[in-house]
């Protein structure tokens, strides 16, 4: 059959091949329905969008995958060689190729439009006025978060004032600084209220990743990048570092506490402010 003339015949390793192939499609299909192993619960407004597009994404290329291991599968089955073939080539099909490629060119424009839209409505989108800004600093092998306290300013920092007891270089005689707030590994927001985060790092590059609110923005040396998001569903999550930043990376976490009330997040701002003092 290798040369197109003949009925080929069905082998042993070629139905041993396809068996393998079609154990392969429904194992796939099983853990893309059932959703076995999957993201962590979701707890961010525009999260939403973020597994939309990742699962338009995943039928496409689920689609495609189940189709050619499938037509792959069938035709090692079907028309084994019989020994003595030659194999024949066609140099190409214009039809087929034009289909392929205009098709292909269409759904990856979509899904890249689709992409697009959610990362501007990020990134490029306005953060509500009512938004809590919190300045995240990553550290080998920390998270520090930083308050502005009830003013709303934030204190001046230094760097020539970091200690062991101040990861931040946060300057106490700043007026500013007075009702500032400084907590290690420990990030409290309120829930359905906008936070605005600003990642910063004092050391390597590291990557600020909720992996329950969707987000993960890199923290990069002498640079404040800006990122916000709502969250939507009250708990204690994940901060972790994406970024492979050094030795100690494993242990480079932290909890997000989204507390349940306005009132429980600002009595906890309070307990913290009275340890400083």
Same mark, same amino acid.
């Given at each position: 059959?290798?040369?197109?003339?003949?009925?080929?015949?069905?082998?042993?390793?070629?139905?041993?091949?396809?068996?393998?192939?079609? $154990?392969?499609?429904? $194992?796939?299909?099983?853990?893309?329905?059932?959703?076995?192993?999957?993201?962590?619960?979701?707890?961010?407004?525009?999260?939403?969008?973020?597994?939309?597009?990742?699962?338009?994404?995943?039928?496409?290329?689920?689609? *495609?995958?189940?189709?050619?291991?499938?037509?792959?599968?069938?035709?090692?089955?079907?028309?084994?060689?019989?020994?003595?073939?030659? $194999?024949?080539?066609?140099?190409?099909?214009?039809?087929?190729?034009?289909?392929?490629?205009?098709?292909?060119?269409?759904?990856?424009?979509?899904?890249?439009?689709?992409?697009?839209?959610?990362?501007?409505?990020?990134?490029?989108?306005?953060?509500?006025?009512?938004?809590?800004?919190?300045?995240?600093?990553?550290?080998?092998?920390?998270?520090?978060?930083?308050?502005?306290?009830?003013?709303?300013?934030?204190?001046?920092?230094?760097?020539?004032?970091?200690?062991?007891?101040?990861?931040?270089?946060?300057?106490?005689?700043?007026?500013?600084?007075?009702?500032?707030?400084?907590?290690?590994?420990?990030?409290?927001?309120?829930?359905?209220?906008?936070?605005?985060?600003?990642?910063?790092?004092?050391?390597?590059?590291?990557?600020?990743?909720?992996?329950?609110?969707?987000?993960?923005?890199?923290?990069?040396?002498?640079?404040?990048?800006?990122?916000?998001?709502?969250?939507?569903?009250?708990?204690?999550?994940?901060?972790?570092?994406?970024?492979?930043?050094?030795?100690?990376?494993?242990?480079?976490?932290?909890?997000?506490?989204?507390?349940?009330?306005?009132?429980?997040?600002?009595?906890?701002?309070?307990?913290?402010? *009275?340890?400083?003092?």
């Amino acid at each position: 059959m290798a040369d197109g003339n003949g009925n080929g015949r069905i082998t042993v390793s070629g139905l041993l091949f396809g068996a393998t192939i079609l $154990a392969l499609i429904i $194992a796939s299909l099983y853990l893309f329905i059932a959703k076995p192993f999957w993201f962590p619960t979701l707890a961010s407004v525009h999260g939403k969008d973020i597994d939309s597009v990742f699962g338009a994404v995943l039928v496409v290329t689920g689609i *495609a995958f189940v189709i050619v291991q499938g037509m792959l599968g069938f035709f090692v089955v079907r028309y084994g060689e019989q020994g003595s073939e030659r $194999a024949s080539y066609w140099h190409d099909n214009p039809k087929a190729e034009a289909f392929l490629l205009i098709g292909t060119a269409v759904i990856l424009t979509v899904l890249v439009f689709m992409g697009q839209k959610v990362w501007a409505d990020i990134y490029f989108s306005k953060v509500p006025d009512n938004a809590l800004v919190i300045q995240v600093t990553g550290e080998q092998f920390q998270w520090n978060f930083h308050y502005a306290g009830k003013d709303g300013v934030f204190g001046r920092t230094d760097n020539a004032l970091i200690t062991g007891d101040n990861n931040i270089g946060l300057d106490r005689s700043d007026p500013a600084a007075k009702d500032d707030i400084w907590v290690l590994g420990e990030m409290h927001v309120p829930v359905n209220r906008p936070v605005k985060v600003r990642i910063r790092s004092k050391d390597v590059i590291n990557s600020f990743f909720l992996p329950n609110l969707r987000v993960k923005q890199d923290a990069v040396p002498g640079m404040s990048i800006e990122v916000w998001f709502t969250p939507d569903k009250a708990g204690e999550y994940e901060i972790a570092c994406a970024e492979l930043c050094g030795l100690g990376h494993y242990k480079m976490k932290g909890s997000l506490v989204v507390d349940k009330s306005e009132a429980d997040f600002e009595k906890w701002l309070q307990d913290k402010l *009275a340890e400083q003092q």
